[in-house]
């Protein structure tokens, strides 16, 4: 059934949002960080302090539920096609603010919809602390008569990468994510993962985007997560828990382009862009 392109500029309800030491500590171990990354990992160790991880905002404050404006929705046919964050302030390993989500475009894809929608969080003084933005491909919701939207940009850069950086995931990953808030069955159920096709479980999207995002921190930022201010990717492909992640990074000025694949050589993450400064 078509959704209703008039529920562009719905904005949810403003929601609390808080996070601790404990929390960051998850996220972090979640996108695989470890004991080589006790700055992300532990909040116990003398030095050096404990801190955030850029793409650690992904798990903050998002509301699903303004989606319901634009009419019914099939979950099991919703595909997260692309997240970007972008941050605005250097943000604490505990912390609070409101956050607010609204539908910001609406495109007809024909037998499918693509809508994006965008958080915006702020702290006790409105001050902007980030933005989240994603897009996600809907299956059946299109057919309304709407614009297509523009083409997706995710041609790699020419020539070899700079750099690139391998991570392996542990089969566990998925259940260490999870932890995150993102519990849908497709990433822990072996049976509900067969109903949708994969023959196990797979590994979140935005856990791989975490992975990307720790290695544009240690690559192109010297660690720093405040020089990571903003970070984009289009989700290309699945990755299943055990998986080994290579991440191809080209510098530009003022930040770098990326791409994430698999050991089959099956891009992940394309259109990978992330801003430092």
């Known amino acids: 059934m ?26 972090a171990l979640g996108v695989g960080a470890g004991v080589d990354e006790l700055a ?20 903050l404050g998002a509301d699903a539920g303004v989606l319901k404006a634009a009419g019914t929705i099939d979950w099991t046919r919703l595909v997260h096609a692309s997240q970007s964050v972008e941050l ?9 603010g409101t956050a607010r989500t609204r539908i910001v475009e609406m495109w007809d894809k024909g037998k499918a919809a693509l809508v994006v929608t965008e958080t915006e969080a702020v ?25 297509r939207g523009p083409a997706a940009g995710d041609e790699p850069p020419a020539g070899k990468p700079e750099e690139t950086v391998t991570y ?62 903003a970070m984009s990717a289009r989700f290309a492909a699945p990755v299943f828990p055990g998986d080994t992640l290579h991440i191809d990074l080209w510098r530009n000025d ?10 089959a050589g099956t891009v992940v993450l394309s259109d990978g862009r992330a801003t430092v400064s």
């Open 168 to 229: 392996v995931t542990r089969p566990e990953q998925a259940l260490l994510y999870r932890l995150n808030g993102d519990r849908n069955p497709l990433h822990s159920d072996p049976a509900y993962a067969q109903r949708a096709g994969f023959d196990r479980p797979i590994l979140h999207g935005l856990c791989t985007y975490g992975f990307a995002g720790r290695a544009v921190l240690h690559t192109a930022a010297g660690s720093d997560p405040d020089r990571v201010t």
């Open 2 to 27: 078509p959704l209703d392109p008039a529920a562009v500029g719905t904005v949810g309800e403003s929601r609390p949002i808080h996070w601790t030491a404990r929390d960051c500590a998850i996220y």
């Open 88 to 96: 605005l302030a250097p943000l604490p390993v505990e912390g609070s």
């Open 254 to 263: 003022g930040g770098v382009r990326f791409l994430v694949r698999t050991d």
């Open 40 to 59: 992300f990992t532990t909040d116990n160790t003398r030095d050096p302090p404990q801190r955030m991880l850029p793409t650690m905002p992904v798990v």
């Open 123 to 147: 702290d006790h003084c409105q001050a902007i602390l980030f933005r989240t933005r994603m897009a996600l491909f809907i299956g059946g919701a299109g057919g309304w008569g709407g614009e």
